[in-house]
């Protein structure tokens, strides 16, 4: 953009989200005061309703739109943006910023905010799951209940995510799965299933090594049994896994049958227990802002 033409960039700031004390309408005011852009801040209320979103949208008009929270707030703005040739951003401000993280948004918050105006776009594809949209990753099983139980439980952050594990892992039982992928069909008996966007969850763990974000499928991980040693090889090494233990598939669409419910959820949200799982990918769904210097390895 020009000096006579500056970029127009819309904040949508989630106050909920991490650390709430961050007083983050200030923080970008700050750092755009005398820089050759117009910016506007949408502030959500406790409903965070989409409307908001798109009345800021038709009013303000945006070259580029940006997502200050974690990754429910970036699904939120994406939902607004599907429609839309209108790139979106993310300014890191949730406890675990796994969109981000894929995307290779900096967590200095300076460093994210140059982004904003020098990023690159790149267009990368969504899915589509029971109706809800997923940017990131989605389960049933281990996973999910450890969520349910974090989400309920006293601790916070990554020790909190390690107690509520320790608790599911003697608690859940092995789901009986029935799973189509582009006409395939297989049984399995298995500890979860990820229906994977994206590679990896915020904690660092390599779910999904084979992952594009901008290729024409979507990646099913079977996960037969959680062990210590594929726990590892996700957490640190980045390892081949054990076929025995952990299978993956790539498909355009997918079903999953589970003999009883099983806990569900979808981008770090907990969705209570579904026992069917239709997803599908949506291509070239989105434009996103990343950095010019460092195209993440999960897009082409």
Known sequence: MTDNNPVKLLF????GSGNNTTDWPSLIQNYFTGRQALIHLLQLDDSCSPHLIQDSLKAFNPDRVFAVGGDGTVKLVANCLLKTSIPLGIIPAGSAN???KELGIPSDINEALEIAVEGVTKTIHLVKINDELCIHLADIGFNAFVIKKFETGTGRGMWGYIK???KVLWQQPKMQVEIRVDGKFIKRRAAMVVVA???KYGSGALINPEGKLDDEVFEVIVVKKISLAEIYKMMVT???????KTEVYQTQSLQIKSRIKAHFQVDGEYLGKVN???AVILPAALEVVLPRSAVPSTLS
């Open 12 to 15: 949508v700031i989630n106050p």
């Open 98 to 100: 796994g969109m981000a």
């Open 164 to 166: 509520a594990a320790w």
């Open 197 to 199: 966007n994206a590679t």
């Open 238 to 244: 980045h390892l081949s896994y054990d076929p025995a």
């Open 276 to 278: 069917t799982i239709n």
